[in-house]
Structures are given as C-alpha cells and as structure tokens.
C-alpha cells in the first residue's frame, strides 16, 4: 500500500535552496561585469550566452577547449580555501586553445555541490572571474547545480570551457617546425592543475606541516598556487613574429606534451640543466621518491608553456617575453628523428 504524507513538501525539503542559489547569481554579477568585452551581447541570467564575433575576422575559425581542476580540489576542501581554483579552471582552458593561435573570447563554467554554501561558491566564482580578466575573456555564463547526495558535505565540482577564434590562415598546427627550431619554456607558477592525485598520495606518506617553510612561502601556498595563464604576452608575441609551435604542459609533462605539436619526422632534445627545477618539484621528488622519468611525464618540473620559434628569432622572442613579464628559459632545440626514438628527449 502506497503511503503518502499530508506535510506539503517543497524543494528546500530535498535539499534544494532556490533562495541560495538566487543569492549567489546577484553575489557573483560585478566580478562577472568586470570580464565584459566587445562582443559580449546580454549579461548573466539568459538561457543561452550571446556573443558576436568580430569583423576584423574574414574567416574566423572557432576554437573550444574544455577541463577541470581535478583532484587539486581535494586539497582545497582540506585547507578551506576556494579563491584560486577558479584561475586553475580557467587557466586550463584558456591556455589550451591558445596553443593553436586563438584569441579566448568568453568562458563558461560549471559549479555542482551538494548543498550549496553561498560564501564557498562566490568565492570560487570571484576566481574564475579573476582567471578571466587574465586571459581577456568574457565569463559570459554558468550553471550552479545544487544536487544533494550527490557529493559530501563542504565538497564541489568544478569544470567549465572556453572558446576562442583565430583568423584561418593564422592557425598554429606545427607544420612549419623544422630541425635547428628553438624550444623556449616559459617557467610555471608551481604544480599547475595536474598530477595532484601523485601529489595527494606523496603527503599521504610523507604526513608534513602544510604550514612548514618552503623556499619562503608555506608548503600550502605552494601546492595551491594558482596556474599561471599566458594568453597576453603570447598573443602579443603572435603578433610581433612567426611563432611556429606550442605546447600546454598539463598532464602528461613536457615528453608527452611537446610530441603533440611535432610531425612524426622531427624530436625535442632538451637539456634538463637549461632550467631551474623549483623547490616545490625536488620536494615532491624526494618526499616520494619519484624518478626522474616519473616526473618528467606527470608534473611540468617548472615549465608550463613550451613555445617554438626559428634560431633567428629566438633572442628577440625571448627578450619580448620577459619584457611582457615571463621567465624564459632556452630549454632545447628541434632535430630529426631518428627511427622510433620519444619525440621529446630530456638529456
């Protein structure tokens, strides 16, 4: 026999804060506001995000990327704080569809938990809007989902994507990369947005102080650094010179990054001496144990932009970028393949 209850239930009653997730739309609009960009048709609230593609375009191609911020989560619910996350989900978008020469134009991002905590979310929010206003994107939308059950208490998901347009003939693809090329590695800001699951599972054994010293910040602002995003200074340089290739280094290191702008016919020798392996990334190393080869395919070891010029163009490359604020390292040169040797060698 069906049982019924005479209580009228409401959505609050399963869980649901319709009240809460207003609030955080109103809470978040002036960081979204401060994105705006030409193009940018209507605000946040509409069913669809409207944007209007530039004339200066005559055959604009779209380019979209898509990700999240991963198991770095974890960390952040461990140390309560959600202000940088935001730039780390941006960050891995925006720099992804940039390899291939595209300007970001606006930005999305989805937000689930399983109840929703309107001071957690704007925060998160206010970084994703802060990655945005890095990258000159617009955040032009998003979706909240508050599912209970879902997710444990005080925990959330995060993920969102981008999209960006370069003019056709302007397509970076690595085909015009030839043997006697330069390989610049632009230095990162920590441990970026990958191999943190490695990460979580090395402070698992190792049981430090997330507060103890490390090269004069604590061991938590180092693992929480937010990725550094390099739209500006890498389009500014697009536009100053030929740039042939580039490489986001994400999961997966500089060895399995690098081959994905190489034609089967050419290798990356770098010399691992060419830059500085930072504090964060020799702790790790010793504290797990990891080898070289094992951190050379899961972590970026300092480089978080790889980027591809001709022999005759790479001091000036270097120079524009480290003016624009970068530290450049010259990190290797292109030669060719010999039989089915790695595409990305670190000497």
């Known amino acids: 026999m069906n049982s019924t209850t005479n209580q009228s239930l409401s959505y609050r009653d399963a869980g649901v804060d319709i009240d809460a997730g207003d609030a955080l739309v109103e809470a978040i609009k002036p960081f979204a506001k401060r994105t705006m960009r030409e193009g940018v048709l209507g605000g946040i609230g509409g069913f669809g995000a409207l944007f209007e593609i530039s004339k200066k375009y005559k055959e604009p191609v779209l380019v979209s990327g898509t990700d999240g911020v991963g198991t770095k989560l974890k960390l952040a619910f461990h140390l309560n704080r959600h202000d940088t996350v935001g730039i780390d989900l941006v960050a891995m978008s925006v720099n992804d569809i940039l390899v291939q020469g595209a300007e970001p134009l606006f930005f999305l991002d989805y937000f689930a938990c399983g109840k929703l905590d309107v001071k957690t979310a704007t925060d998160v929010v206010k970084g994703v809007a802060l990655g945005c206003e890095q990258a000159g994107c617009a955040l032009i939308g998003g979706e909240t989902a508050e599912m209970p059950s879902m997710y444990p208490d005080g925990e959330y998901d995060l ?120 504090p964060l990334f020799s702790w790790l190393q010793k504290h797990g144990n990891v080898a070289d080869s094992e951190m050379h395919r899961v972590f970026n070891c ?20 480290k003016s624009a604020g970068e530290t450049v390292y010259r990190i290797g040169e292109i030669r060719q393949r010999t039989g089915d040797e790695p595409q990305t060698i670190v000497e």
């Open 159 to 278: 993920a969102g994507f981008a999209v960006g347009a370069v003019e056709k003939s302007k397509l970076i693809n690595g085909t015009t990369i030839v043997p006697g090329d330069v390989v610049l590695g632009l230095a990162s800001s920590g441990i970026h947005s990958n191999g943190f699951s490695l990460v979580r599972k090395i402070i698992e054994v190792a049981n430090p102080d997330l507060n103890a010293d490390l090269d004069g910040r604590s061991l938590a602002d180092a693992l929480m650094a937010p990725t550094r995003i390099y739209v500006k200074p890498l389009l500014a340089l697009m536009d100053s010179m030929q740039v042939k290739g580039m490489a986001h280094i994400t999961g997966g290191g500089l060895v399995e990054n690098i081959p994905r702008v190489l034609q089967k016919h050419l290798t990356a020798v770098l010399k691992k001496e060419a830059w500085p392996m930072p």
């Open 302 to 321: 300092g480089i978080g932009m790889v980027v591809i010029v001709s022999r005759e163009n790479a001091d000036a490359a270097m120079a524009q970028l």
